[in-house]
């Protein structure tokens, strides 16, 4: 069984809580006593059925407002697969929260609701799933009840999408119409809508294939060395991290950056356990055959598919604070385990979010995804987004503050 | 790879980050199964070099002896470092005060203790086994959850948490605490325990035990409880499903003397984990208010 992290997003009010609370009751993954706090909190519907958004506002200010502020993240499982799902705001003061969610998620599903079709948030959110180089995206077209159950209004939306999806490029969309609040297409397939003839939305789930990209070679960042340094083991050198990418093996040549010292593998450790080989998402210890000097924020990389390595780097970055980005100030750029003084000394353009045009602006401040050069004191072992997604992401925190006032993705143009 | 391999590894992930982003990081330990298996996923991410941390254990001094007994075995099996703080000490010095009546609990005086722990040994990070899926304010936390020099979660004002890329950047006298299985769920720790044969208290499987009836729910019968002639004490066969102190944590019916049964009870129950806790049925935001105050 492996398991499928998805994300929720659409505009406030398109029902993103409903659809969550109502696959959870669907499936019966909601217990009595969690049943009976909702009841208790007597939020309901005009038709008096209860509102299973309450399930993921978990704090006080989202129920006192009935606004979803941050993610909440919700489990549940099937006979097929375990799922995670991240119930984001949809609301634009909350853009990284909603990020955050969307960053550690397989497959994105945007709401639409079926009166309003595609709207700014919508729009916005889909370039974020594209800048986050999410892969697969889901849109439902939700309140279907609230149309007649339409075909035509579908199609509209349908139609629509696709041109958005077309301009953005993004790879892969599929489309169900669904009721939320009524329970139409989210779990059984609803009689209401003959003319759809797709999966619901959790058979979609639960077959849906998200593998990513074709990632040659792997990528392994240090995150710390282990060294006991007793009387028993005081030779013993051994590198802990996780593995990115197709795997190693024992035996294998690599390459360790940014010192560009060559190596192979000689041993390969998981809970004082050897081992032929770890495959992608492993944790893992490397013992390598020669004495390099090696610490934590270094990489070992397969020599046959090298990563780059580079002190002045474009990227596109997505800005979270009110603060814009400030030109002349030093910011952390943090890859992994490594983290480096940088500066930005250019901001090449922005791109409006509605629009997907690329501006002459030379600002980037809050909710803004823009095109800068970054130019860093270190040199930094990355990837682009095309060639290795899982090596191409970078977080900047602003030293003054120690918040993270960014998201950074390496890729061409 | 399977669900568990994948929850193991992005566990072992958070816990060398916290080794490598640190100085003084620390394993808050209760004695629970989830403390528990936090330790279990330390010998994976560090041995066989010692651990980067010591194991942290705030006392109300209402533990169940068998947790205490077993937390003690684990130390001494893996020769960690233990720092015990006690709720006693805090009591004596007056820094809190003991709550009166029949519904005393020293629940809500530990997080006193525990902040008083943190700022004594400089902890800059406290690893700890909560989980999203256990209450609506946790499935609201990140991973790394930055505390201010108060100890104060304020939900309002979460960091952006991006991929597996962890800001542990703070303050000094700001603290974050770090949940390693946040993405665990009940079932999931039930089946790894089960998977890796970890050891546990004996007091997680069926046993015979003196108990009284409490808004409902089933409580060791222990002098930490105030137990009057409205009382009924009764022996009876049960477990406990989550292990806090005897004040706050409500045992239930059962016959399951082992892990398998363990496993198909929770798959069968009707209701949550924290179901039997009474900490969190104070009111509507308990956990959310208790978190804000610095728990953990």
């Given at each position: ?10 505009s406030v009010d398109d029902g993103k809580s409903t ?395 | ?69 077993f937390r003690d075995w684990l130390v001494e099996q ?219």
């Amino acid at each position: 069984m492996n398991i499928l992290k998805f994300i929720t997003a659409g505009s406030v009010d398109d029902g993103k809580s409903t659809l969550i609370g109502r696959l959870l009751y669907d499936t019966n993954s909601i217990l009595d006593d969690q049943l009976e706090a909702i009841q208790q909190a007597n939020r309901k519907n005009d038709d008096g059925t209860i509102d299973l958004a309450i399930l993921t506002d978990g704090l006080k200010a989202e129920r006192e407002q009935g606004i979803t502020i941050d993610v909440a993240y919700k489990y549940f499982q099937t006979d097929r697969r375990k799922f995670i799902i991240a119930d984001a705001p949809g609301h634009i003061q909350y853009t990284r929260n909603m990020v955050t969610g969307a960053s550690n998620s397989d497959l994105i599903i945007i709401l639409i609701d079926a009166r309003k079709g595609v709207i700014e948030q919508t729009k916005r959110h889909s370039f974020l799933a594209k800048i986050l180089g999410l892969r697969k995206v889901l849109v439902c077209v939700n309140k279907m009840d609230m149309v007649d159950y339409e075909l035509a209004v579908y199609e509209n939306i349908k139609n629509d999408y696709l041109k958005l999806a077309a301009k953005l490029e993004l790879p892969d969309v599929d489309f169900i119409p669904v009721s939320a609040l009524k329970g139409d297409n989210i779990v059984q397939k609803s009689e209401r809508m003959p003319w759809y003839h797709g999966a619901s939305l959790l058979d979609y789930l639960e077959e849906v294939d998200f593998e990513e990209v074709e990632q040659q070679g792997w990528r392994f960042p240090v995150q710390w060395v282990v060294r006991p340094q007793s009387a028993d083991l005081h030779d013993y050198r051994g590198y802990a991290g996780r593995v990115l990418g197709e795997g190693l093996r024992v035996g294998e040549e690599v390459l360790v950056l940014p010192n560009g010292y060559r190596s192979t593998i000689k041993a390969i450790e998981l809970d004082e356990k050897s081992l032929n080989g770890a495959s992608d998402g492993a944790s893992v210890i490397v013992h390598l055959a020669d004495d390099i000097d090696i610490s934590r924020g270094d990489y070992i990389v397969s020599a046959k598919y090298p990563a780059k390595t580079e002190k002045s780097i474009e990227a596109n970055i997505s800005w979270f604070e009110n603060r814009a980005l400030d030109v002349g100030q030093v910011y952390l750029l943090q890859t992994h385990a490594k983290v480096s003084k940088i500066k930005i000394p250019e901001i090449l353009y922005t791109f409006d979010v509605h629009s997907q045009e690329k501006l002459l602006d030379q600002e980037i401040g809050l909710n803004a995804i823009g095109r800068v050069r970054i130019k860093s004191a270190d040199e930094i072992v990355f990837d682009e987004q095309q060639d290795f997604p899982a090596n191409a992401r970078g977080i900047i925190i602003d030293p003054r503050t120690n918040l993270t006032v960014a998201a950074v993705l390496f890729q061409s143009a | 790879m399977d669900y568990l391999d994948h929850l193991e590894a992005e566990a072992i992930y958070i816990l060398r980050e916290v080794a490598g982003q640190f100085e003084r990081p620390a394993l808050l330990f209760s004695g629970g199964k989830d403390s528990i298996t936090l330790v279990h996923l330390a010998k994976k991410a560090f041995r066989p070099g010692k651990f980067p941390f010591p194991l942290v254990h705030i006392d109300t001094g209402h533990n169940f002896p068998e947790t205490i007994a077993f937390r003690d075995w684990l130390v001494e099996q893996t020769g960690e470092r233990l720092i015990v703080g006690y709720v006693q000490d805090s009591i004596d010095a007056g820094k809190v005060v003991e709550q009166r009546g029949k519904h005393a609990s020293r629940n809500a005086l530990q997080t006193v203790t525990l902040l008083d722990t943190i700022s004594q040994h400089g902890f800059d990070a406290c690893i700890g086994g909560a989980r999203r899926d256990e209450e609506k304010a946790r499935a609201k936390e990140r991973i790394f959850s930055v505390r201010d020099d108060f100890g104060q979660w304020d939900p309002k004002r979460q960091r952006p948490e991006l991929w597996n890329i962890f800001n542990g950047r703070i303050e000094k006298g700001e603290n974050v605490r770090v949940f390693p299985i946040s993405n665990w769920t009940e079932l999931d720790v039930w089946n790894y325990i089960k998977r890796e044969q970890i050891a546990l208290p004996s007091i997680y499987f069926s046993h015979h035990r003196d108990v009284v009836l409490r808004n409902g729910q089933w409580m060791a019968a222990d002098p930490a409880l105030q137990i009057d002639a409205e009382d009924t004490v009764v022996h009876k066969s049960v477990r406990f499903r989550t292990v806090g102190d005897m004040t706050c944590t409500a045992a239930v019916d059962s016959e399951a003397t082992e892990i398998d049964t363990i496993i198909a009870e929770i798959r069968a129950s009707t209701v949550s984990e924290r179901g039997a806790r009474m900490d969190d049925k104070v009111s509507e935001a308990a956990m959310e208010d208790r978190k804000k105050q610095g728990y953990f």
